[in-house]
């Protein structure tokens, strides 16, 4: 399975949501507190790209000494249409200051030096040292795992159906009116994860993992044709 900081990581360099919480600063429109744009440092730091106006970069280039108290809060939301559809949450709290001279234009770059992390997720709750979070690698599927989420549960619902016959004694009877609904909800090098609604509303997730880890897009083709094809055995 991927590490917690590999999965924090991950959700960094996604494009899922996220807001930066500065303690004791409001603002009119809850979207002035997203960056438009984040990377990791090579020390771990985020770096975090705002309107130069905007509330929180005028509030970071005011402080004074070590910056502002800031948690960076990024929510992850599968990209298909399932029950409970909330996949994860990753928190990054540190210090923020603002870094002249990296931005273009009406642009500002801020620095959240990284002293704890978090990440809450469909693996469950784990902490993340900062050096871990620095020395980790983002899965190569993350950029395109949306994508391929959506191309999965539509134009492949009849074979992700099938997978229910890898469940043993979950699959039920299997007849057709007990047969489960099968939507593809998360996505990563080792494997797939899938969502079964039973009867229209319970659910329960099953994970299928590929015979080896996938580099990119065309190990992952073979590794789900591999997948589909033991289902129909």
Known sequence: ????????????????????????????????????SRSLGPEGELFLGFPLGSPVARAAAAAQGDGLTAVLEITDVAPVSVPHRIRGRARIAGRLTAVPGLAGPGRTTLRLET?????????????????????????????????????????????????????????????AEHRLGAVPVALDRFGLRVRFVEDGSACFDARFEFPEPVRDISELRRAMHTLFEAASC
Request: hydrophobic share 40%.
């Open 115 to 175: 002293a704890e992390a978090s990440v809450d997720d469909l693996w469950g709750f784990e902490e993340v040292e900062p050096e871990a979070l620095r020395d980790a690698v983002a899965d190569p599927l993350v950029a395109h795992e949306a994508e391929l989420l959506q191309h999965l549960h539509s134009a492949h619902s009849e074979q992700m159906t099938t997978l229910s016959a890898l469940l043993g004694d979950r699959e039920k009877c299997g007849c």
């Open 1 to 36: 399975m991927p590490s917690a900081a590999e999965r924090t990581r991950t959700l960094v360099q996604s494009t899922c949501s996220a807001v930066l919480l500065v303690p004791g600063l409001s603002v009119v429109h809850p979207d002035e507190l997203m960056p438009d």
